[in-house]
């Protein structure tokens, strides 16, 4: 079983984490563009009118145009899920372990050693499953990546668990 990755230590809850049901998951986001996401500052409001104001202007210069058919957008997802690069947070799944108030760390184990991150930055990583449309098998069965992304080149390879300290 290596694809699976325990989650355990300092825990109310050992969870085991299956990286190959995570294609299914709402919450997986895309490797490809979650690092390039700048922070929008400017309000709701203000986006939204923005946006109204875009639509508008393309519908006069284009005409109105229909949204895609249904078909049409479940045969995109499914070409996105078979050639993308996919993350999924790791925030609800170490929530859900259920931390001790004591817990200061997360030790992430590799086949290589080990790096311990604070535990304020663990609830923020990514945790990478799938390149080009397959999962992580010869460095996997997943990545770990930074909230901030600086480590979105090189990020933790062949992790084996999760203890938190």
């Known amino acids: 079983m290596e694809s699976i990755v325990p989650i355990n230590g300092k825990v109310n809850y050992m969870i085991t984490l299956d990286p190959g049901v995570w294609i299914f998951d709402d919450r997986r986001v895309d490797l490809n563009t979650y690092f390039q996401q700048i922070p929008d500052k400017d309000s709701s409001l203000d986006e939204y009118t923005k946006s109204i104001s875009r639509h508008w202007d393309r519908e006069i210069m284009e005409g ?3 949204p895609p058919t249904l078909k049409t957008e479940r045969k995109f997802e ?3 899920v078979l050639t993308g690069s996919f993350g999924i947070p790791f925030k ?4 859900n372990a259920g931390p ?5 760390a997360v030790e992430i184990i590799t086949k290589d050693g080990s790096q311990v991150v604070p535990l304020s930055q663990a609830f923020g990583m990514i945790l ?3 390149f080009e449309g397959k999962p992580l098998r010869g460095d996997g069965p997943v ?3 930074f909230e901030d992304g600086s480590n979105r080149d090189s990020p933790i390879r062949n992790i084996t668990s999760f203890t938190v300290k």
Request: glycine share 4%.
């Open 64 to 66: 109105a145009i229909f």
């Open 100 to 104: 001790y108030p004591e817990a200061t």
């Open 78 to 80: 499914k070409e996105k």
């Open 128 to 130: 990478g499953f799938s």
């Open 92 to 95: 609800p799944f170490l929530e």
């Open 143 to 145: 990545h770990a990546y």
